[in-house]
Every structure is written in C-alpha cells, then in structure tokens.
C-alpha cells in the first residue's frame, strides 16, 4: 500500500510538470488552432533562464525559499519575453497563410532552438542548483514507507497555484474575456473592438512562462538540464493536452496528471503484465494513439469541433 | 560537350583518389620519416563529455610529454581529436575518417564501450591499432585482434563489486538499477548479479531507465519496497547523479554502488551531498600516494587546473603504451605494431602495471572509493586473480607504496577497515 501510495505521488509529480508545459500548448491552440511545436524548447529556455540567472547572480545551492522564488520569476519573465518574440516574428507574418504553413513553422523554430543551444553551449548536460536542500535532506514520511520530499511538495504547491492564477485570469479578468472571445472567432473579437494581435502576444507570454516554471520546478528534483529536454517532455505534455481536449484548460491539467501517473504506474507495477519499465516513454504515445481513435476531442473536450 | 564534362570529372575524381593512396601509402610505408600522426575520438560535447574531454587531456599532456623528451625514435608525435558527440554511428564516422583521410597509425579511443562497439570494425578492417582506454566491456576487443584496451574489463569491475558489497559491506540483498541501453551498464549488471549471488548474496530487485531519463523516482520506490542492503547503479554520471539525488528523496538509507562510469567531476554538481557513503570501483585513486602518481597528478592539475580522473589517467597510460609499442616495433608498420601492442608486460602506467593478455585485455587491479564530500576516497584494492599484490611492486609504481592504505594523506581518514580490505583479494589469490 505505501509503494502504491509512492508511486502516484510520484506520477502526480511527474504529471504537475506536464500539466503545466500543456496548459501552454492548450491555450495556444485554443486561441489559433496552432500546435506550438517549439513550446517544449520554451521549457528548456525557461530551465537554462534560471540556471544562468543563478550563475550570474551567484546563488549557490543551499536551502533558501527566496533564492528560488527570484529565479522562477526572472525565468518565467524570459520564457515570456521569448515566447512573444517567437509569436510576433515567427507566427505573425504566417498566419494569414494556410495552418499547415504556421505548423511547419513551428517545427523550424523548435529546431532552431535546439540547435542554436547546443551550438552556443554544446550538449553536455549542466547541473541546476538545489535550492531546496533536498540532496541532504530525509523527506517528509507519511505512513510506511510512503515519503513526500520537500521538493514534491515544493512543485505541487507552485503548480496548483500557478493554476489558480491561470483560472483566475481566463475567468475573471477583462483580458481573460477577451482572450476567450479571441478563440471562439478570431474576425468577431476584432471586429467587437479587441485588440487581438495584443491578446495572442499574452496568451503566448502566459503559456511561455508556465514552461518555464515547469523548467526550474523539475530541476529542483532532477538537476540535469541540457538543449535536448524539451524534446520527449514537450512531446509527452502535447499528448496530455489532446488526452484532456486540447484547447481545455482544466482538460490539460487532467491530461497531465493523467499521463505523469500512467507513466510512473508502467515502471512501477508494468513488470506484472508483461510491459518492462523501459516502456514508459512508448506510453504516453499509445495513449495518443488510443485517444485519437476512441475520443478525438479529449477527455473534456466539447463533441463540437466546428468552432471556426 | 556533357560527355566531355563527365569524362573530365572521372579523370579528376580518378587523379584526386591516386593522389590520396599515395600520400597514404607514403606516411605508412616510410618509416623513420615525418610525424608520427595518432588519431583520438572521444564525446568532447555530448551527455558524457566529461570522460571524452578528460581523456583527451590524458593523451595530449602524454604526447606532449613524449615530444619534449624527444619524440618516438626521434620523431614527433601529433594527435588529432575528433569529437563523436557521445553517438555510436557518429564514433563510427569519425574513426572511418581517422584511419582513412588521416592515415592515423593508430587510434585512441573510445570510453563508453557502446561507442568503441561502433568504431572498432572501421579500425579492424583497416588494419589500424585501436586502443581503448578505458571501455571494459568484454567485447570490444573481441571485434577484431587490432582492437586492445589498457584497462581492467567487466567481468573483472562487477565481481570486485560484488566481493565489496558481501565481504566488507556485508551485504546480502543487492538491488540493481542499470541503463537498458548500455552495453557497459548491462554488462556489469550481469557480472555483478553472478558473483554476488556465487557469494551467498541475492538480487531482491531490479529495474531499468534509458539514457536521458529524467525521473526514477518509479523505479526507485519499487526497490525502496524490496528492501535492499545495498543498490548496485552501474550507470554513468549524468544519470547517477539524479538518481543519488531522487533515492535520498525517497528516504532510502542504502548506499549505492556503482564503477568507473560515476569518475566525473560533474557528479558532484548533479548529486551533491545526496552521494556521500555510496562508493565505487574505479582505476586507480588520485590520493595514491606512489611517486609516479604524485608527479601525474601534479603535472596534470598544473596543465589543466583540475584534479586527474581516472579517465585521464587512462587516456594518459594508452598514449605512452603506443608510444612504447611504437619503440619496440622499430617503427609504425600496422602489422608489426600490433604484434608489439600485443606483447606489451608489466608496462609501468599510472593506473598501474598493464599487461596485455591474449585476449587484448591489461589485466589490473581495481580500486574502491568511497564518496564522501565532493571527494573520491581511497578505501581499498581488490586484485585479479593470480595477480599477487605486493609481486608486482618492483616493476609497477602505482603499486610502489606497500600498502596505500597505511598513508598519512588526509582522504584515508575516513574509511574505517582498510587495512583488512586486501584479505578478500589475497583470498581469491588461491
């Protein structure tokens, strides 16, 4: 019982980090029906934004609360800059072109990325620095065996508030109306006055910052950065948003969890059905796969896709 | 006119060719004239450049070293570094061009083993000596009879592991987390789950991940659930260092194990404090206090401000055993090099007397670390079979000092029973 207890503490951990780098690809898409293919290199930038904010500030490891929360807002403040940037001189100037245009435009920004890193500082893996201590320090036990560590504990309570923020904004701000008037009918917004190129430039912003705090938060627990890690993590959140209904905001978070847990069940107990741990990257693709043939709109999604 | 075009380009394409196999031929059939050029392919930036960038040091502060005294029968030596970025097809591409375009006399390389796999069929079909470091598993020297290596090999690093782990850890659950995709880790898990369990000991958990894999915590909390003594992680340090991290994480107090794919600097930065009382085999160990590791390790933190991991050391001893090899051959002909490689005996290296056995293999002693405070500490040797430890203390420097335990350097204040550690190694002596 505590290992099973473990283990979904573990995936929902694992699943938190998905959750937020989809809550990006979801509302991208839901605003301009755009697969943000680059959105899982925005991740790498946001974690490699706070390793250098740290190296440059001179925060060295050690437990300090402040030290983490200056570097999860200087990197969200970068992810977002760089995210407006990708939108406004990458997506922009296509968008009046077909969609297929504007995807394969993404797939050329993701790789730029990627290569432009690896370029400038090679591939070799760089180490985070622990701000929480967790390398000296026993985690919290629960009962048996089943512990909850400082930086677990750490990342669910960042993300769950991170999403509040999101929930608050989209509902209850007057950017937030505008931003769902945007995504159902982009013409309509414009012509009722808003400023749409505005509102996709901070729908951008916001999706690009949550990245990047899934980018510090998961290095807090696994230090190992490099150019490459948004690759597979990008790969599988894009699964959780179309598992949850892409272009659903409670739909990605769901989806998320969802795959985050999946996956930690498949190391865990796989080895019972005969699916060695190895598999736990195929997964998340199998459950694509599943989605896409049983219930395309997700597990939230709404059965009407015309919208456009 | 397009008949004449291509007629034009099939002489050039033949010319340029000639061209090509005769200046080739030139440098290796002429002996005793030119530069004597060796190749090197390594990860120099990749997920594990940290073995290839040390390494690399290793075999330039030799050659240099070798130039300064006046060469190889009198001619320089000149080293050219290829980077595989850490990918076997690319190690397999770098070595076609060393041994083909560069007409290296021989090749040094790689460190993971997956990667000289790759590389060693390019160097055996072109009949150039290849000379591994420091890949121990047991098959790369098996693709072909110019592949050597001239360190210890797998079979030999899990069972020193494995006789760790029972006779001075007095461990009898063992559980094993390896890297699916690793010839190297898979390897040593084999080795290490057979002598552990010839020893009395029993694997009660294992679970694997892939290089790249950013989270354990599932694995971990399944071998956290069997209860293990101790967690055999025969991985290379990028992931080590997180999964050190996440096992504290999890609260799991036994130590973790590893070999020499840990020796690197930056499994500090990934693992920190997390790594302390876990401990390792390894090559050799920079507190060895002989005279001829002291002046290594010296020379090298003055060329390169930082400590000589075993890599390096490794890197350094392949260099000068070609150089020797050279020497002894007369001259660089690949067929008459080989057979000098070959007959290479108690060649006094820093990483300790290396002899080349029928296999291609040197057969070494290993030492165990502890890690403790960003260190590597010395905690014991374990000896080969058939290798007795004080014999070879005449002709090896490393194994110079009687007993590297008994030194007064400050890193052997920690271990408690070092001076008992040799009794399993004179054990398996007979």
Redesign the interface.
Same mark, same amino acid.
């Given at each position: 019982m505590? @290992?099973f207890v473990? /283990?979904l503490i573990?995936?929902l951990?694992?699943g938190a980090i998905y959750a937020l780098i989809a809550l990006g690809y979801t509302m991208v898409y839901g605003i301009l029906r755009l697969i943000n293919f680059a959105h899982g290199d925005v991740y790498m930038v946001g974690a490699f934004a706070g390793f250098y904010i740290a190296l440059y500030a001179g925060f060295a490891?050690g437990a300090s609360m402040v030290t983490l929360s200056v570097v999860l807002l200087g990197a969200m403040i970068i992810a977002a800059i760089v995210g407006m940037i990708i939108e406004r001189f990458a997506y922009r100037p296509v968008r009046k072109y077909s969609r297929m245009t504007t995807l394969i435009m993404a797939i050329g920004v993701s790789l730029l990325i990627e290569n432009l890193f690896?370029a400038q500082i090679?591939? @070799?893996?760089r180490?985070f620095p622990?701000f929480l201590g967790?390398?000296?320090?026993?985690?919290y036990?629960l009962f048996g065996?089943a512990?909850i560590?400082?930086? /677990?504990i750490v990342i669910f309570l960042v993300s769950i508030a991170l999403m509040l923020v999101l929930q608050w904004i989209v509902y209850k701000t007057k950017v937030g109306t505008a931003m769902r008037a945007v995504s159902f009918n982009l013409n309509s917004a414009k012509l009722m006055g808003i400023n749409t190129d505005a509102i996709i430039s901070l729908t951008f912003a916001i999706g690009s910052a949550l990245a990047a705090a899934a980018g510090v938060l @998961?290095a807090q627990?696994?230090?190992?950065i490099?150019p490459l890690?948004g690759i597979?993590?990008g790969l599988k959140a894009f699964v959780a948003a179309v598992l949850g209904g892409i272009g659903n905001i409670p739909g990605a978070v769901l989806g998320g969890l969802l795959i985050g847990a999946a996956?930690?069940?498949?190391?865990?107990y796989g080895h019972h059905i005969g699916i060695?741990? @190895?598999y736990?990257?195929a997964v998340a693709f199998a459950i694509l796969i599943l989605v896409l043939l049983l219930r395309p709109s997700g597990l939230l999604g709404s059965t009407v896709q015309e919208k456009v | 006119m397009k008949r004449t075009l291509l007629a034009l380009l099939l002489i050039s394409t033949l010319c340029f060719s000639f061209a090509c196999e005769r200046r080739g031929s030139g440098t290796n059939a002429t002996d005793g004239g030119g530069e004597i050029v060796v190749g090197y392919y390594g990860d120099l930036?990749? +997920?594990t =450049?940290?073995f290839g960038v040390s390494t690399k040091n290793g075999v330039e502060m030799a050659a240099d070293e070798i130039n300064k005294a006046g060469g190889i029968l009198g001619r320089r030596v000149r080293v050219i570094v290829e980077d595989d970025?850490g990918e076997p097809n690319k190690a397999a591409t770098v070595v076609s061009k060393l041994v083909n375009q560069d007409k290296v006399v021989a090749v040094l390389g790689e460190v993971a083993s997956s990667n000289s796999l790759a590389a060693a069929p390019k160097a055996q079909e072109a009949r150039v000596p290849m000379i591994s470091p420091s890949s121990t598993n047991p098959n790369v020297t098996q693709v072909g009879d110019y592949i050597f290596r001239v360190c210890f090999i797998d079979p030999f690093q899990g069972e020193v592991m494995a006789k760790f782990a029972a006779n001075n850890l007095k461990a009898k659950k063992a559980a094993i987390l390896y890297d699916?995709n690793s010839d190297y880790s898979r390897g040593l898990r084999e080795f290490f789950t057979r002598s552990f369990t010839k020893l009395g000991g029993q694997i009660v958990a294992e679970?694997?991940?892939?290089q790249?894999? +950013?989270?354990f915590?599932?694995?971990l909390?399944?071998i +956290?659930?069997a209860n293990p003594d101790v967690i055999y992680v025969p991985g290379y340090y990028?992931?080590v260092?997180?999964i050190s991290?996440?096992s504290?994480?999890?609260?799991i107090r036994a130590p973790l194990l590893g070999g020499d794919g840990w020796d690197a600097e930056?499994l500090w930065?990934?693992?920190? =404090?997390?790594l302390n009382g876990n401990y390792i085999s390894n090559h050799y160990s920079v507190d060895d206090p002989s005279p001829a590791i002291k002046k290594f390790v010296a020379d090298y933190q003055a060329r390169y401000q930082a400590r000589p991991d075993a890599l390096a050391a490794l890197g350094y001893d392949s260099m000068r055993v070609l150089a020797d090899a050279i020497k002894r051959a007369g001259g660089t002909d690949s067929a008459k090099l080989r057979e000098a490689i070959a007959q290479t005996r108690s060649f006094a290296g820093v990483t300790g007397s290396i002899t080349i056995d029928k296999d291609r293999n040197a057969v070494k002693p290993a030492v165990v670390l502890k890690l403790q405070d960003q260190k590597f500490v010395y905690d014991t040797t374990i000896y080969p079979e058939g290798m007795t430890p004080p014999a070879s203390s005449a002709t090896s420097p490393a194994a110079g000092d009687p007993s590297p335990a008994a030194t007064t350097s400050p890193a052997t204040a920690a271990p408690p029973p070092p001076a008992k550690a040799a009794s399993p190694a004179s054990g398996s002596n007979r």
């Open positions: 505590d @290992t473990q /283990q573990n995936g951990n694992v490891a690896v090679g591939a @070799t893996p180490a622990d967790s390398q000296s320090q026993a985690p036990r065996n512990a560590s400082k930086a /677990q @998961t627990y696994n230090p190992n490099d890690m597979l993590t996956e930690t069940f498949v190391v865990g060695a741990s @190895t736990r990257d | 930036t990749g +997920r =450049a940290s970025q699916f679970q694997s991940y892939t790249g894999d +950013r989270d915590s599932g694995q909390t399944q +956290r659930a990028g992931e260092g997180v991290n996440q504290k994480q999890l609260g930056q930065q990934l693992g920190g =404090a997390s």
